[in-house]
């Protein structure tokens, strides 16, 4: 992994009429890595990323990717960010097929668009509405369309939130399968095996405020190390170990 | 311009793949005219009757007196040359015309009716007849003379169906214009389409503009198939084969449609949900359904009443329509309309971009 940063936050504010959302976060991340975004609801990261992808204008403080000025560079940003937002949908009544040519001419891009539904698993579906797919399909199709563009840095925003434990490995196996193509990806998560498993690096946020920036390894080591030693009940085995054994890792869709 | 064209695809596709979409556009209106056109509703039930009195003595007096007794005929007196104009915009059966040497020697009536309404017009004869020997009953029967005059107009047999089509072609813009924008962009605005759409390069104001042009195209489809079937299903005339009243048509099924989609994008645009967008959709075509010379003449309300209606933006078009459709009229004589629909059109766009809101 290289270390050159495609991404540089400083000072980031974002006031809203009562509250601060955003109180002068500042972060890097560095191009190839999955960085993830932690904290609990309300904390700041959707706003965080929200800014970054050009959907909202901070009160102060600058973010670049890849050199531009998310601020005022806004639309060539939006060339090169793939963005999967939170509660999305996707035009009913379109095929996938059809969703994914189409916002591949509101890019100015021509893809292969069965290379692309292919690499998300939703190939056979390609003729399908957006309508009946399940909620896996549903974050699939839309990080699909968020890789239209071919793009360098590609945001996902709790991309696993209310899917069943296959859906949500079938996601973090495709996450990972985008990272090796090079894509620097930004993540935020509520689930902190998820963000274990997947991050490179991980800010935890809170309040508006960024408490930490590590790898996950190093953050438990340090955590350890000062000599927290937490609910010492180490099993060798988690119910969700016992559901995946008893059910399968095969995903369950409705075909 | 290609991104217009794959959202205007795109709009239309879904438009079409949506079953909901053509009842409401399409089947729903034609039952309206079909059920409504055959029904009678709208034709009155008292014989109306006008009356021309050009000798206005003593004798023909005594003789309109005699008529306005029988309380089953509505009566109306009217000017020499209004006869035409009430017959063919069928607000009379038929004109009694009072030559001007009428007297106790010269008894002599004339009845004109149109071509459609052979009935009436005998039947007023007949009428006219025993009401007149009653009164002169000691006359020679050589002075009685009624003579039947029927006129045939280019737009015969039109009646209320005719008076119909127009104004539910005019709903139907209206209601496509207004309901189909609010409830599209509503959800699309709810389930964050636009939303993601704002993520990518293009502006969502281009997809604003691919939307409205596409809903343009459906609803002037919308429009020239309605009359279409008028023309089939309820055998009347449309435009008389006029070129002119024709392009009139088009010209003022386009200026509504741009109206009521900027009224549906100000409407979509101003309420977060559906909650907020529904009632208010509903408030807004309502009163404009009943009040705007849809389905009755609008010169039956109160007066005050009339003079309000006839600003709201559905009037015009219902009015430039019918216009157009029965008489074939010319787009100068519809200025007043047109000047009410683009003024229409400039308020509803400045307060449609003032509070729009994204989410």
Redesign the interface.
């Known amino acids: 992994m290289s270390n050159k940063e495609i991404i540089q936050v400083e000072n980031l504010i974002k006031k809203y009429e009562k509250f601060t959302a955003v109180n002068s976060i500042s972060f890097n991340v560095n191009e190839g890595e999955i960085f993830g975004l932690l904290g609990p609801n309300g904390a700041g990261k959707t706003t965080t990323v929200e800014i970054l992808?050009?959907?909202r204008k901070p009160t102060s403080g600058i973010a670049r990717i890849n050199g531009l000025d998310v601020n005022k560079q806004t639309?060539e940003v939006?060339?090169i960010i793939g963005?999967q937002?939170q509660?999305?949908?996707?035009?009913?009544?379109?095929s996938l097929y059809?969703i994914i040519?189409?916002?591949s001419?509101?890019?100015?891009t021509k893809i292969d668009v069965d290379s692309i539904l292919a690499k998300v698993g939703l190939l056979e579906k390609k003729k399908s509405y957006y309508k009946p797919l399940s909620g896996g399909q549903k974050q699939r199709l839309s990080i699909a369309?968020g890789l239209v563009n071919n793009p360098k840095v590609l945001f996902l925003d709790e991309p696993t939130t209310g899917l069943d434990p296959q859906a949500r490995r079938n996601m973090w196996e495709l996450i990972s399968k985008i990272k090796e193509d090079g894509k620097t990806i930004i993540l935020t998560t509520h689930y902190m095996e998820e963000a274990e498993i997947l991050c490179d690096r991980v800010a935890i946020i809170d309040l508006g405020e960024i408490v930490t920036i590590d790898s996950p390894k190093n953050l438990i080591n340090q955590l350890i190390d000062s000599g927290f030693t937490g609910e010492k009940n180490i099993r060798e085995a988690t119910l969700e170990d016992v559901f995946l054994n008893l059910t399968g890792k095969n995903l369950r869709e409705l075909s | 311009m290609k991104i217009y064209l794959i959202i205007a695809k795109a709009t239309i596709k879904m438009y079409f793949r949506r079953s909901q979409s053509l009842f409401w556009a399409l089947f729903f209106p034609i039952v309206m005219m079909v059920g409504l056109g055959f029904s009678g509703f709208g034709e009155h039930k008292e014989p109306k009757l006008g009356i021309v009195d050009r000798s206005n003595n003593s004798v023909s007096i005594k003789f309109l007196e005699e008529l306005n007794k029988k309380d089953y005929l509505e009566i109306k007196n009217i000017d020499f040359k209004d006869i035409e104009k009430n017959l063919i915009e069928q607000k009379l059966d038929s004109v009694l015309v009072i030559p001007e040497n009428f007297g106790e020697d010269n008894l002599k009536l004339k009845i004109v009716y149109q071509d459609s309404k052979e009935n009436l017009g005998q039947a007023f004869k007949d009428f006219s007849s025993v009401v007149l020997r009653e009164l002169h009953q000691n006359n020679s029967e050589n002075k009685f003379n009624i003579e039947l005059e029927k006129k045939v107009f280019s737009n015969e047999n039109q009646g209320y169906k005719g008076f119909l089509v127009p104004g539910i072609v005019a709903l139907s813009i209206m209601q496509s214009g207004i309901l189909g924008v609010v409830f599209t962009l509503i959800s699309f605005k709810t389930q964050g389409i636009l939303r993601r759409l704002q993520a990518t390069p293009i502006s969502s104001r281009h997809f604003l503009i691919g939307q409205l042009m596409s809903r343009l195209l459906i609803i002037l489809i919308q429009t020239f198939v309605l009359f279409f079937i008028g023309i089939l299903l309820l055998n009347i005339d449309i435009a008389l084969g006029n070129i002119f009243a024709w392009i009139n048509i088009i010209i003022f099924s386009i200026l509504g449609s741009i109206l009521f989609l900027l009224i549906g994008l100000t409407i979509s645009g101003a309420s977060p949900n559906e909650d907020y967008a529904a009632p208010i959709a509903n408030l807004v075509t309502f009163p404009m359904m009943v009040l705007s010379g849809v389905f009755f003449d609008a010169s039956v309300l109160p007066g005050w009443l009339n003079s309000i209606t006839s600003y709201l933006p559905l009037t015009p078009l219902v009015t430039s329509l019918r216009e157009s459709a029965l008489y074939g009229t010319n787009t100068i004589e519809l200025l007043p309309e047109l000047l009410i629909m683009c003024i229409w059109i400039l308020l509803a766009f400045f307060i449609g971009v003032k509070t729009f809101k994204w989410e």
Not at chain 1, 87 to 94: N, P, R, T, V
Not at chain 1, 105 to 108: F, G, P, V
Request: net charge negative.
């Open positions: 992808e050009g959907l639309n939006k060339k963005v937002l509660e999305c949908a996707f035009f009913d009544k379109l059809e040519e189409m916002f001419i509101l890019y100015s369309v």
